[in-house]
């Protein structure tokens, strides 16, 4: 977190008017690209994320095939013109680290023991970033990969809390998450009870780690009950042929 201050509560309220407990606006929607198995689009406050998956497939090289299971893989990208400054195309450190942490999240609840010898391939573009990139995209890759059909014994969902002013707050924004003192982002499989991603920068006291925690673990079963809804609207429309 930036040592740089920053005014982030006022009059009991955050700069975006929200409370502590509430989320940003939050739309999903399913289906959204042509050429690929599953697919799904994620606008959460101001980001914008895009995410596709390709597969099973015949997996290459040959010696890394797995003959129990298909090997599930992640790619995540931010477009150079995602964040205010323009970033440098390609992978980075960050974007190989939330690869893998979606990656791991998803094989956890996919049912990859139906495709052996098989990949997966789940792409996630950031169109555009405003804090809380890595909840989101696990957000849209859960949902594309259902959307995709591969059998999953629950969707993933994510969502972060954090320390601003002295206060425990629930999704951070931009300047939250870059003057605020902790971000907390936590993905869960609410249906099994498992947690899939932990991670802390800054510092909390054991108080404030609780209500912390248990602030992002609600805020993710809420995201979880928008998910279900977009993938169950989905169904709808197709049997209606929309």
């Known amino acids: 977190m930036a040592e740089k201050e920053m005014k982030l509560i006022v009059d009991g309220k955050r700069l975006d008017g929200r409370k502590f407990d509430e989320l940003r606006e939050i739309k999903m929607e399913v289906n959204v690209l042509e050429r690929t198995m599953g697919s799904a689009y994620v606008e959460w406050g101001n980001n914008k994320v895009l995410a596709g998956v390709h597969g099973p497939r015949e997996f290459h090289p040959k010696f890394l095939r797995d003959p129990r299971k298909a090997i599930l893989t992640c790619t995540y990208n931010m477009a150079a013109f995602s964040v205010d400054d323009r970033k440098r195309p390609g992978p980075d450190r960050r974007s190989v680290e939330i690869s893998k942490v979606i990656s791991d999240a998803l094989s956890s609840v996919a049912v990859l023991e139906k495709y052996p010898n098989t990949g997966i391939d789940v792409f996630v573009e950031v169109l555009q970033a405003d804090a809380g990139t890595r909840c989101v995209s696990i957000v849209a890759a859960s949902l594309a990969l259902a959307n995709s059909g591969v059998p999953m014994k629950d969707l993933v ?75 169950l609207d989905s169904m709808v429309n197709l049997e209606e042929g929309e």
């Open 157 to 231: 969902s994510a969502c972060a809390s954090g320390k601003i002013d002295g206060e425990i707050v629930l999704d951070l924004m931009k300047e939250e998450d870059n003057y605020g003192e902790c971000d907390l982002p936590v993905a869960i499989s609410p249906r099994r009870g498992d947690i899939l991603l932990l991670q802390m920068d800054g510092n909390l006291t054991r108080e404030e780690y609780t209500k912390a925690y248990n602030l992002a673990v609600e805020g993710a079963k809420k995201v979880y009950g928008m998910q279900k809804k977009t993938l």
